[in-house]
């Protein structure tokens, strides 16, 4: 089975469970396709040229999905509106273009680790998961781990995954420090915010969602 793997912040703790589990289970099968932002995985995986990865969740809703997203509660920090005076899309999202629409903000949508860096500079822009949850007091999910095949093998993973949280080796987050920029303590920071079951209040707010586009 392949994987579509998005190299962002917010799927670390995933990834790393991937490696142990796919070990731990003797899953030769599972590999990384290639890495790409959300916007190229969501076209290789309506391509099937691989088997399972996390959507977009605009792209997600004709899918089979596992109960396990990017869930923001409230704010996500990683996901910005920045004042611009002329509006203009992420390439590499697809939702949260679709989101800042439905919101009726305008500016530059800016997601992923750069979007997570910019904030850390404190620099003026909009959280768009938290002017969700202003308006509509539901959580926002803003992805879904979506598969072609293999059922039964994604419902266990995602059971084990929830089971307890993930630890981070210190190597991995110092590396992923090194390739994004952004401090280790500040990556752990990050990730206090992002939730990845698909619990009733998240299937809650991916339905308002999905109603308003």
């Known amino acids: 089975m392949i994987f579509g793997k998005i190299e962002y912040l917010n799927l670390l703790p995933f990834h790393v469970f991937m490696k ?10 599972i590999s990384h396709y290639h890495t790409g932002v959300p ?30 997203g990017i869930i923001a509660k409230k704010e996500v920090l990683s996901v910005l509106l920045i004042p611009s005076k002329v509006p203009q899309d992420d390439t590499a999202s697809a939702t949260s273009n679709i989101l800042a ?6 500016g530059e949508v800016l997601i992923g680790d750069r979007a997570l860096k910019y904030r850390l500079s404190n620099q003026e822009s909009l959280d768009l998961a938290a002017l969700w949850y202003e308006r ?19 419902k266990r993973l995602s059971k084990n995954f929830l089971k307890r949280p993930v630890k981070i080796p210190y190597y991995i ?4 420090s090194q390739r994004t920029d952004i401090a280790p303590h500040d990556i752990l920071h990050y990730l206090s915010y992002i939730s ?18």
Request: hydrophobic residues 40%; charged residues 20%; positive net charge.
């Open 101 to 106: 629409q439905i919101l009726h903000v305008s």
């Open 136 to 154: 509509y007091s539901l959580p926002f999910v803003f992805a879904l781990l979506c598969y072609h095949s293999h059922h039964r093998y994604m």
């Open 39 to 68: 916007s190229k995985i969501n076209a290789s995986f309506s391509r099937r040229r691989v088997n399972a990865a996390f959507i977009s969740s605009i792209k997600a809703k004709k899918h089979r999905y596992a109960p396990l």
């Open 196 to 213: 990845y079951e698909l619990d009733t209040h998240a299937k809650r707010g991916l339905k308002k969602f999905l109603s308003l586009v």
């Open 173 to 176: 987050l110092h590396a992923a």
């Open 20 to 29: 142990r589990y796919a070990a731990s289970q003797h899953y030769a099968q």
